[in-house]
């Protein structure tokens, strides 16, 4: 390929909007939106007024014509413009106020209007058709669809010719004679390696390794590439980062607003992990079943621990009920391809999923508890014991504070009855009670926890005849001022003969003859504030309070079921004052950032580990967790399962699900990694969408091909590296990527592999490979990321570099990274201006050419034509061609310097950022 020079070109892009798209044609990624963020909002919102029963001003929003045709008043929706729609208005409270009980949260009202922008989408609807019950979709989808039966093992077809190399030809090789077609020609040697060297480690190969390879004559010269570059250990991170896509990795936890430190403290030991495990050629089920259960069969400090980290890596929602979608989603859509989560709120729509599949997952996920298990010796990094006196003065301090508060709260807890009992009675409220003169706490010391706790006592256990709190019920029922007037009645009463107060409360009344509710509350806090004392002095063991006489028996009230004052943990934690738990937060805060950043950090990993009572899922109906449905049994889909479906006892049920994602009858699994091996080497799945092999996937464009693939990785012990071998010693893979008009007439896309498909660097491997072929590439594995955009630009692989999910770098984004708010099967490929802006004005790029540069000047003997040589060498690897040549050095003898900027630094750029490097063959 020719150096195509560079030129700022201004495109206006006319994108085709949503409503453009037929009604039974929108994306199924925007159906799965409709599907999981919308329907559920109207369901819950709207359709009990405006749907097939009630149709308030003529309104129904329970299906899309429907919607389209409006109410009484006219149009409610512009399709594309949610500004101008009045159903959005009116759910912003900007006309109408709908819902009208109260305004829907944010994030629901945001889907909405997402949902009218993207023209809103709708799944297709055919009135014609009745409906099939669930089990006739379940039993129709095993028996028929594609994705669902089981693997076969073909026998490769005998094919003429010479030109397969292996199985994977003959598969092809037909598909193409039975379309007329015929393969392309092979690549040549510098292609070829530069493919393989990309595919398989992200980086460009060296101009030595290019001409070793170029001058191997041996028949298995490929082969032996091929080995070399599985056996290097930036194999694990190209490859691995490819899984990170799927396992939505980041280092932070996403928004929270609790004012904590959002970044985890050990991510980037599940991405050692990964990358490690790619290295080691783990096998892909045993790979699995570490990442969900590896604490099954792992002690502390086995590294195996830290895969653990695929379910606890995503993004951490405000709702626990969405933190466990994301697990399941991850789960069933980067390992089975299945949108098991869109059956959250209803059966799926298109798949034989249901709510009781859903739901039986979310029991598998939401019976766990979160660790940081040792995934190594405590004390491997020298540093350890400044580390750890460090983290034990930090948490000597947070102890303290904690200690501190909790002595605040029991005390005051067991002290201030007054302070806390007045409230519970009077109906007066706190600027009132703050006058009272007995009081002894001031009004914003008294801690609402506590009296919410004296409310509850009263609430539940006191009672008109109760021999100790009755008095206290009468006041409270009748009120400050009733009380006051009575108050001489009901002294008489509680008082005299055939009370049956308990002794010690009627002689106190007797004698203290208490006219307000004040003195009433005033008169128990006497009686009350010595148990207190006892109840302090004897550590807080109620059992061991034991007074004698009339007090015994309102101590065994006092302190017995619902005591307001036998306080555990969360009722001290409750208790806390906003300031208290600010400052803890401050404190937990300081040991975080002390384990995320500080040398000698242990390696800990972020993990699960099982609970100790599990119990049964129930379904939320309308995904609803204050509708709670029937229970469900924790299980496998129902639609992979062959017969009746096993119910999970082992625990939570981590480890039988990862068996059954791996096992010999899950006819999706080793499909969908297989496809997605194969799309890292062609740029291309053969099945299309990646992510989901449900009814609504078209069929791999080679089925047989797909089969032989996943059958060669079971029969070869799920081994990536012998099925990447597989693939690359084919013929099909060592074609050229050279275009041919007459086949691409007949094949447009190259489904049928004609051709290999030319494909441009992802992020990662464009600055990696401008590292490198400047020869400032810090290659080293492992440890925690890094700011590699910030200057000076940290030269480890981009791999390394830190992933904010809350604050995803733009530049990140212009050239296509991932989004890693949910699992990628596939990443997206743009051409968008900023892309050519970054290369031209970039610092780190013009700081990787620079580098080039200088290094043709550490030569004195080098002459301008044998500096434009050894650069084309380091950057394309390969020399010059004569128009090339003729080009640069005429460049470089007339151009001025720009101060410290040279005319080859100009050059080095431009190889930099040229189509020949930033695309592979």
Same mark, same amino acid.
């Given at each position: 390929m020719r150096i195509i020079a560079l030129s700022l070109v201004a495109t206006a892009t006319m994108c085709l909007p949503a409503i453009a798209l037929a009604e039974t044609n929108f994306p199924p990624e925007h159906v799965e939106f409709f599907e999981k963020s919308v329907r559920p909002v109207f369901m819950k919102h709207c359709v009990?007024?405006?749907?097939?029963?009630?149709?308030?001003?003529?309104? @129904?929003?329970?299906?899309?014509?429907?919607?389209?045709?409006?109410?009484d008043s006219g149009k409610v929706v512009v399709e594309g413009k949610p500004d101008d729609?009045?159903?959005? *208005?009116?759910?912003?409270?900007e006309t109408y106020e709908m819902p009208p009980a109260a305004q829907m949260p944010a994030e629901e009202i945001a889907a909405v209007e997402k949902w009218v922008k993207l023209g809103m989408p709708w799944p297709e609807?055919?009135?014609?058709? *009745?409906?099939?019950?669930?089990?006739? @979709?379940?039993?129709?989808?095993?028996?028929?669809? $594609?994705?669902?039966?089981?693997?076969?093992?073909p026998p490769a077809p005998e094919v003429s010719g010479d030109w397969a190399h292996n199985e994977i030809d003959r598969f092809v090789q037909k598909r193409l004679a039975e379309a007329d077609l015929a393969p392309s020609k092979m690549a040549s040697r510098p292609t070829l390696i530069r493919r393989a060297t990309f595919d398989l480690t992200g980086l460009p190969p060296t101009q030595a390794e290019v001409d070793a390879f170029v001058n191997d004559e041996s028949p298995d010269a490929f082969a032996k590439v091929i080995d @070399?570059?599985?056996?290097?250990?930036?194999?694990?991170?190209? $490859?691995? @980062?490819? $899984?990170?896509?799927?396992?939505?990795?980041?280092?932070?936890?996403?928004?929270?607003?609790?004012?904590q430190d959002r970044r985890f403290p050990y991510a980037h030991a599940y991405r050692d992990y990964v990358i490690d495990s790619f290295n080691l050629d783990t096998p892909y089920d045993e790979f699995l079943k570490e990442q969900l259960a590896a604490d099954y069969f792992a002690e502390e400090g086995d590294r195996r621990l830290a895969g653990l980290g695929l379910i606890r890596i995503g993004r951490q929602f405000l709702k626990h009920q969405d933190t466990i979608d994301d697990r399941i989603d991850v789960v069933t859509r980067g390992v089975l391809g299945l949108t098991v989560s869109c059956a959250r709120c209803h059966d799926h729509k298109y798949d034989a999923i249901s709510m009781a599949d859903y739901y039986g997952m979310y029991g598998i996920f939401d019976q766990i508890n979160e660790t940081m298990p040792l995934v190594g010796p405590i004390d491997a990094h020298p540093q350890y014991p400044e580390f750890k006196q460090k983290l034990d003065e930090l948490q000597k301090e947070l102890d303290e504070h904690n200690t501190k508060v909790e002595t605040a709260v029991r005390t005051e807890s067991t002290t201030n009855f007054f302070d806390f009992v007045v409230r519970a009675v009077s109906k007066k409220q706190d600027v009132e009670i703050a006058k009272y003169e007995q009081n002894e706490l001031d009004q914003k010391s008294v801690r609402p926890h506590l009296v919410n706790k004296w409310k509850q006592f009263a609430d539940r256990l006191w009672k008109p005849e109760d021999p100790i709190w009755g008095p206290l019920w009468k006041a409270r029922d009748m009120g400050e001022e009733a009380y006051a007037e009575q108050h001489e009645a009901l002294l008489g009463e509680w008082t005299g003969e055939g009370s049956k107060l308990n002794e010690a409360i009627r002689t106190a009344l007797a004698e203290k003859r208490p006219a307000t509710l004040p003195a009433l509350v005033d008169t128990y806090d006497e009686l009350l504030k010595p148990l207190g004392q006892s109840y302090r002095e004897a550590g807080y063991n109620k059992d061991a309070v034991k007074p004698e006489g009339p007090t015994a028996e309102i101590a065994k009230s006092l302190l017995g079921r619902f005591s307001p004052i036998v306080l555990d943990d969360n009722d001290v934690r409750r208790a806390a004052y906003t300031s208290e738990n600010n400052h803890k937060k401050k404190l937990e805060g300081k040991i975080r950032g002390h384990e995320i950043d500080a040398a000698g950090s242990p390696p800990r990993a972020m993990a699960v580990a099982e609970r100790e009572n599990v119990s049964d899922p129930v379904i939320y109906l309308r995904g609803d967790p204050g509708r709670r449905g029937d229970k469900v049994k924790r299980q496998f889909v129902r639609v992979l399962d062959e017969s009746e479906p096993q119910i999970y006892t082992k625990g939570s049920g981590r480890l039988e699900l990862a068996e059954d994602l791996v096992s010999a009858d899950n006819p999706l699994t080793s499909r969908v990694i297989a496809n997605r091996v194969w799309m890292g080497h062609f740029d291309q799945p053969l099945v299309l969408t990646p992510g989901d092999f449900g009814v609504r996937s078209d069929p791999p464009a080679n089925p047989q091909l797909l089969d032989h693939l996943a059958s060669y990785l079971q029969k070869n012990d799920w081994s990536l590296k012998k099925l990447h071998k597989h693939i690359m010693l084919s013929a099909t893979y060592q074609q050229s990527s050279e275009d041919r008009q007459d086949a691409r007439a007949k094949d447009p896309e190259n489904r049928l592999n004609w051709k290999m498909n030319r494909r441009r660097l992802t992020f990662e491997e464009m600055r990696d490979g401008m590292l490198s072929v400047s020869g400032k590439l810090d290659e080293s594995l492992g440890g925690r990321a890094v700011k590699i955009l910030d200057d000076p630009f940290p030269p480890r692989r981009t791999v390394y570099g830190f992933v904010d999910r809350q604050d995803l770098p733009n530049l990140y984004r212009a050239f296509d990274y991932p989004s890693p708010d949910a699992t990628s099967p596939e990443r997206s490929k743009t051409s968008v201006p900023q892309q050519a802006l970054y290369l031209l004005n970039s610092a780190f790029v013009q700081r990787q050419a620079a580098a080039l540069a200088k290094d043709l000047e550490k030569n004195d003997q080098l002459d301008n034509q044998k500096k434009l040589q050894q650069l084309f060498h380091a950057v394309l690897q390969r020399g010059p061609r004569p128009d090339e040549t003729e080009l640069f050095l005429a460049y470089a003898e007339k151009a001025p310097n720009n101060g410290d900027w040279t005319a080859w630094d100009n050059i080095a750029q431009v190889l930099l950022v040229s189509n020949e490097f930033m695309f592979v063959d």
């Open positions: 009990s007024c405006h749907g097939p029963e009630k149709q308030e001003a003529g309104l @129904r929003l329970d299906a899309r014509s429907a919607i389209l045709k409006g109410s729609s009045g159903l959005v *208005q009116a759910i912003r409270y609807e055919d009135e014609a058709l *009745q409906p099939m019950s669930f089990d006739d @979709r379940l039993v129709n989808d095993k028996q028929h669809h $594609w994705s669902f039966q089981p693997i076969q093992d @070399r570059l599985l056996a290097s250990p930036q194999y694990g991170v190209k $490859w691995g @980062r490819n $899984w990170l896509d799927v396992a939505r990795y980041s280092d932070t936890r996403g928004y929270l607003n609790d004012g």
